[in-house]
């Protein structure tokens, strides 16, 4: 590849993961860990001058140590000009590539070269200072990219017009909402002219209007020839700025290559993958609280499906979705409440679903120990072109309640009546068809007549 500003060679991080033993949480177990710390402290020592310690492992009663991954064994190339999505399921380790790129953190294995100046758009609020303004924050920006005060004053005004703050210029950064602070980010970002611009998941914050912004100045800078690496969920972003992908599964680069090829892969990998979750992935995050000491329930699957029962991650608005919950009850259980609630991407509550929605003669229902599955389907013509997440919700009033927040996320693609699919105002979380009525209150004379 001629002129290539972007090396990536073996690249590895490798982090280290402590697990708590709460087992060890009692009184007795922290007087014993006070009156040993002396003794496991000179146990450390020596064990580190005869060079027996790894640097990953530590002798402590309470926890122990595990390597993980967030990357592996990364390679591939970029050149000047380019524009390179890179997709993958939350945890494939998009976000730590692009840390690394910017020399935010460094890599355990493998380099990466880069040849150009770098502008980096990551967490909202990476960059800026928060004790400074947002007038403070642009030119210090524009001092680590390597730029004159005059080359910033050039820009300033189109970088306070586009990101629409120009009320809150002279405010903390500190005080922006997070809105507030990505749209500054990203006006400082693709305005002070970097040579490579590295973007992940700026369309997750922002209304409509913002993420279309970004889109069209993304082009802009495409089109001027700079390098871009652009990380999101969104598919549809991916594919209008992308004509090149990279696919990252649990830290390793596993496609890379044209976006149509890579996103269709994406998709298929998801479809099943992605629409269900089980039992053991459910025992990881499930959050357990009530009055009784006793178990009641166990919740074992959670699962998107279609009207075939197929399981699936992404959906016409012109479909119907159901959500299937499986769930065992170890003992005789009364008036269990199932709740199914649709959340964004902060887990703000958008709709909820309850099984007492029913009718009264499921309010105080009766269920033997045993395996049961319910369901709910959300129907057509509802929601609207937005990322939807799951979150489950059991409970035995006093007893046990068990809460599964952000299950299962999924994709809806906005269909209008008549299969019309470029329409207005369909990026909103709600899209329903509602009846309309049009009466007549007056009709006006057409001109050159006269009204009797």
């Not at 310690?53 to 000047?80: I, M, P, Q, W």
């Not at 990881?284 to 998107?304: H, P």
């Not at 959300?378 to 927040?405: A, H």
């Amino acid at each position: 590849m001629a002129d290539v500003v972007i090396k990536v060679e073996n690249l590895s991080k490798k982090y280290t993961i402590r697990h708590h033993n709460r087992a060890d949480d009692g009184l007795r177990h922290a007087i014993h860990n006070f009156a040993t710390a002396p003794i496991r402290w000179l146990i450390e020592q020596r064990a580190g001058r005869n060079g027996q310690s790894d640097g990953n492992t530590r002798h402590d009663a309470r926890s122990r140590a595990e390597g993980f991954y967030a990357l592996k064994d990364v390679a591939f190339e970029v050149g000047r000009g380019e524009v390179v999505g890179i997709i993958g399921r939350n945890g494939a380790g998009k976000s730590t590539l692009l840390k690394i790129l910017s020399r935010i953190t460094e890599p355990t294995d493998g380099r990466a070269r880069i040849r150009g100046r770098v502008a980096s758009l990551l967490e909202v609020g990476t960059g800026f200072h928060p004790e400074l303004t947002g007038r403070e924050n642009i030119f210090l920006n524009g001092a680590v990219l390597g730029m004159t005060r005059q080359e910033i004053d050039r820009k300033f005004v189109h970088i306070v017009e586009f990101s629409g703050i120009g009320k809150f210029l002279d405010t903390p950064v500190k005080r922006y909402s997070s809105g507030m602070a990505v749209r500054l980010a990203f006006a400082v970002a693709a305005h002070l002219e970097p040579e490579i611009l590295l973007v992940d998941e700026v369309l997750a914050v922002g209304d409509a209007e913002f993420q279309r912004k970004c889109l069209g100045k993304m082009k802009e800078v495409t089109r001027q020839g700079r390098t871009v690496l652009f990380v999101s969920h969104n598919m549809a972003a991916i594919r209008g700025l992308c004509p090149r992908t990279l696919l990252l599964e649990r830290g390793r680069l596993i496609q890379d290559d044209r976006t149509e090829r890579v996103v269709a892969r994406y998709l298929d990998r998801n479809l099943v993958e992605g629409a269900i979750v089980s039992e053991q992935g459910i025992a990881e995050r499930v959050q357990r609280s009530g009055e009784s000491d006793q178990f009641f329930l166990r919740l074992k699957e959670v699962s998107l499906m279609d009207e075939d029962g197929v399981a699936r991650t992404q959906f016409r608005s012109d479909e119907r979705i159901r959500v299937g919950i499986t769930y065992e009850c170890l003992q005789p259980a009364a008036d269990l409440r199932i709740s199914v609630s649709l959340v964004d991407g902060d887990g703000g509550p958008i709709l909820t679903t309850q099984n007492v929605d029913g009718g009264p003669n499921l309010r105080s229902y009766h269920l033997e120990p045993g395996v049961y599955r319910s369901s709910c389907v959300f129907p057509e013509s509802l929601l609207g072109e937005k990322q939807f997440w799951v979150t489950v919700n059991l409970e035995i009033p006093r007893d046990e309640r068990l809460v599964l927040e952000k299950a299962l996320g999924f994709q809806v693609t906005f269909i209008g009546r008549d299969g019309m699919q470029y329409i207005t105002h369909k990026e909103t979380f709600l899209r329903p068809y509602l009846e309309w009525e049009t009466v007549t209150l007056r009709t006006n004379p057409v001109s050159g007549e006269v009204a009797s």
